[in-house]
């Protein structure tokens, strides 16, 4: 058990709808990552955030936001949903996520399906 | 930009066999190395990495890595392969100020009895 935990497990919606994706970090981490397992793409970074703050971008679709909260979980939400959206989505955490290395933790992922 | 190969998408193995699982990567300067492993329902949890110094490093698990620049590959290793070792390996570059990871596609370890 890494400590970061991610709400639901499994989400099946359908296209066109939105869905809001949880993660609380591991007690003490300030970083917050998000990431896409696909098996078209397989893992892709999508976001990072760090103490509030927009860290640093990756693929991540203009349909597709986060945010973090000051109790710093997070929560990626993804709108106008496509078939091709279904994938793993998997959080990360960390202590820091400036300047020097902090090893990511991941969360055990949330499977979305989209019909 | 970076990136990272995996040539084997599976590798079978029978248990109490060695293992290399191979990684090679594409960056202009000194990379940031990782191995991870993502056991099936699991995240990803990191084996080991290599930023700089000593090429040859040691994991958890049993796990080793090599660095070699001039083939530009990142080798993992284990002597003796345990059944408990299935399970989806990723090799992953960083770089510069970036210690976030750019994944491979992965190679799907099967570990016969």
């Known amino acids: 058990d890494s400590g970061v935990t991610q709400t639901p497990k499994h989400l099946i919606t359908a296209t066109g709808q939105r869905v809001t994706l949880r993660c609380s970090p591991r007690?003490?981490?300030?970083?917050v990552y998000w990431y896409q397992q696909s098996l078209d793409q397989g893992l892709q970074f999508l976001i990072q955030y760090y103490n509030g703050e927009e860290r640093a971008k990756g693929n991540i679709l203009e349909r597709f936001s986060a945010q973090q909260f000051p109790d710093l979980h997070s929560e990626l939400n993804l709108s106008s949903l496509e078939l091709g959206d279904s994938a793993l989505y998997f959080c990360?955490?960390?202590?820091?996520?400036?300047?020097?290395?902090?090893?990511?933790?991941f969360g055990p992922g949330t499977r979305l399906t989209v019909l | 930009a970076q990136s990272v190969t995996q040539p084997d998408i599976h590798i079978t193995v029978s248990e109490g066999a060695s293992l290399e699982l191979r990684c090679n990567y594409s960056?202009?300067?000194?990379?940031?190395l990782f191995w991870y492993v993502q056991s099936p329902g699991q995240g990803l949890q990191l084996l080991l990495k290599?930023?700089?110094?000593?090429?040859l490093v040691q994991g958890i698990k049993g796990f080793e890595a090599e660095f070699k620049r001039s083939q530009s590959s990142f080798n993992l290793r284990k002597p003796s392969v345990h059944w408990s070792d299935a399970a989806e390996y990723f090799c992953a570059v960083g770089s510069g100020g970036s210690y976030i990871p750019t994944f491979g596609r992965g190679t799907s370890l099967i570990v016969h009895p």
């Open positions: 290599y930023f700089s110094g000593d090429t």
């Open positions: 990360a955490s960390s202590v820091s996520g400036r300047g020097t290395y902090n090893e990511q933790f």
């Open positions: 007690s003490g981490d300030l970083s």
């Open positions: 960056y202009g300067a000194t990379p940031y």
